[in-house]
């Protein structure tokens, strides 16, 4: 019934929108690296359901509302009335990358329970992908754990991408140990090369990739920023330098990434030609601002790659 079972984190992203006498106004951007991959698979034709939690207010309807709009199946997030989304104030640099500044009190989509995963959604689905936030907390950290035992039970690949945050941990060695938990269960992996750094103690890439290979994992990506990204199979490994653009906002450019891989894989496109289009997809997505908002469209992202010669 679904392509990718989507589960964790929702934000709201307070992003720079224009300047009024030198400051900036900020808008906010509904996001959360799950959420974006799951409206970047659907805006790919994909069908994802995002599993979550968020508030009962403005700021949990425009989460909601966000997705539905881009085609997601909102079914597996519930609105709490005492709990709010975490909140996230994006800032820019003059080169369009982002840092974040995290209002992060035990939000919402760390109050998932085990009991909120349904088994049906990982047996009707492909693909589950997850990151690390959720096992920050207790309570989440058990329905993540939930999910991926039943994603294991029927079959079903997990994908995961990292997305370290320190500042949303109490301390880095328990963000770290909850990275290697995830990738060791992960058939698809998404780390940058310095997450790959920090998960394995290696500075060079081909070793980090082989320290924490294991016997599930299929494809393993490393991202490089602008300098595109490496993908490691179990056939070969493929380089893609990236795509010149004039960036505008990063933000969302990771999940777009992510999301482009994980519909390759879904539509058994070849290695090398997946690199590119994921790349291109990341390219296209630090075009625009806001999260959500700048994820590719299948027939743009096409047209993009074509643009820009073809394999």
Sequence with gaps: MWDVVCLGDLFIDLVPH???????????SPG??????????????????????????????????ALLGYG?????????????AGLSIVMLDGEGERGFMFYHDRPADQHI???????????????LHVGILPLASPTSAAAQRRAMNLADDNGIPISCDVNFRPSLWQNDEDMLAAGREVISRSAIVKVSEEELQ??????????GVQ???????????????????VLYTLNGTYDCEGFKVEATDTTGSGDAYTAAVLSGVLSGIEPERLLRVACAAGGLAATRKGAMKSLPMKAELAAFVESAGSM
């Design 198 to 207: 920090s998960v394995t103690g290696k500075d060079n890439v081909d070793a």
């Design 32 to 65: 959360g690296a799950p959420g974006n991959v799951a409206a970047g698979l659907a805006k790919l034709d994909h069908k994802t359901i995002m599993v979550s939690r968020v508030g009962a207010d403005a700021f949990g309807r425009l989460l909601i509302e």
């Design 113 to 127: 329970r085990a009991e909120d995963i349904r088994e049906e959604w990982l047996a009707q689905s492909k693909i």
């Design 72 to 84: 997601v199946d909102v079914s597996g997030i519930i609105q709490s009335p005492t709990e709010h």
């Design 18 to 28: 224009s300047r009024v006498d030198g400051q900036w106004l900020y808008v906010p």
């Design 211 to 229: 320290a924490l290979w294991h016997d599930r994992l299929e494809f393993c990506s490393v991202t490089r920023g602008a300098r595109g990204a």
